[in-house]
């Protein structure tokens, strides 16, 4: 569960500001080697030529229910991920990727690619916009220079910054660099501008990134496959709709998406988040 609700507000407020918020600590050693074991078992059962891996896995919740819904439905990021956009949360994509190492000297550029993320726009005033996605992204090691930081560009989510091709792997004179341990999580704004930073390590840097759009957008990953239709089949008979809305099912959406906002939109969303927890039919007790 959350921190604590004031916590999450000055999480909120930070996210609000300078478009991202970290939450230190959110995955222990043991998360965080499963999920690189599965990577491993991924990347063994692609047909094609083993001298060109696949590094980047998408619909990896299908591709391993167990190991990835509990990162999904995290309970503290999607307590926060609802006060930014309301109950209206569905998973994207959830990417596990590993970025090779290279060698040091090949090196030259030390910004992988400056970019905002899928759905956004260039920010069209100074005001916070609700963003149409998030994105919670977890390293599955701490970030040294040598894996490679993160580079953000606070505030870069309500400003129209443009970046010219020619300096897409440069270093901005406005970023932050930010060192991320491995377990902790960082929600940014898809409007904010990032990049990571290239791997010098000579070890893999593992990428986990769970992404969250709102309900009524459409999802990158499949959510039509048996292991998710499970998990959609169980949320269905607790009557958890925030499970549901998770991968695509959002019953409320006519009536929800089409209030007529005449209330502040937080106010209406704590209505609608105390409601969905309400409905949850309670676990029955093993006899
Ligand atoms: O490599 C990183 O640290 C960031 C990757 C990233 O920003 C992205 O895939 O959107």
Redesign the pocket.
């Known amino acids: 569960m959350a921190d604590s609700t004031r916590d999450l507000v000055q999480h909120l407020a930070e996210f609000k500001e300078q478009g991202f918020t970290l939450f230190p600590k959110v995955y222990d050693a043991e998360a965080m080697e499963q999920w690189k074991r599965k990577h491993g078992e991924l990347q063994q059962n692609v047909l094609g030529d083993p001298k060109h891996p696949t590094w980047w896995f998408r619909d990896t919740c299908e591709l391993a229910p167990r190991v990835m819904l509990p990162a999904v439905a995290n309970p503290l990021i999607l307590d926060f991920a609802e006060l930014v956009m309301g109950p209206f949360v569905q998973l994207d994509n959830l990417?596990l990727?590993a970025?090779p190492s290279v060698p040091a000297e090949q090196v030259c550029r030390k910004v992988?690619g400056w970019?905002r993320?899928r759905y956004s726009q260039i920010p069209r005033s100074s005001a916070f916009e609700r963003p149409l996605a998030i994105?919670a992204?977890t390293?599955l090691q701490d970030?040294t220079d040598e894996f490679?930081p993160?580079r953000a560009i606070p505030g870069s989510h309500r400003k129209p910054i443009t970046i010219p091709q020619e300096e897409r792997s440069l270093p901005h004179p406005d970023e932050q660099i930010l060192h991320m341990r491995a377990g902790d999580v960082i929600v940014i704004h898809n409007g904010l501008l990032?990049?990571?930073?290239p791997n010098t390590s000579g070890q893999l840097?593992y990428?986990f990134?769970v992404y969250y759009n709102l309900t009524w957008l459409k999802h990158t990953d499949n959510h039509s496959g048996p292991n998710v239709q499970q998990i959609i089949r169980q949320a269905r008979a607790r009557n958890d709709h925030r499970t549901l809305r998770l991968f695509g099912v959002d019953d409320h959406l006519e009536a929800r998406a089409n209030s007529g906002f005449m209330q502040p939109d937080e106010e209406r969303w704590a209505e609608w988040t105390v409601a969905d927890r309400k409905a949850i039919k309670a676990e029955i007790e093993p006899a």
């Not at 990032?194 to 930073?197: E, M, N, R, V």
Request: aromatic share 16%.
């Open positions: 990417t990727a970025f992988s970019h993320d994105n992204i390293y970030l490679g993160l990032h990049s990571g930073t840097r990428f990134s």
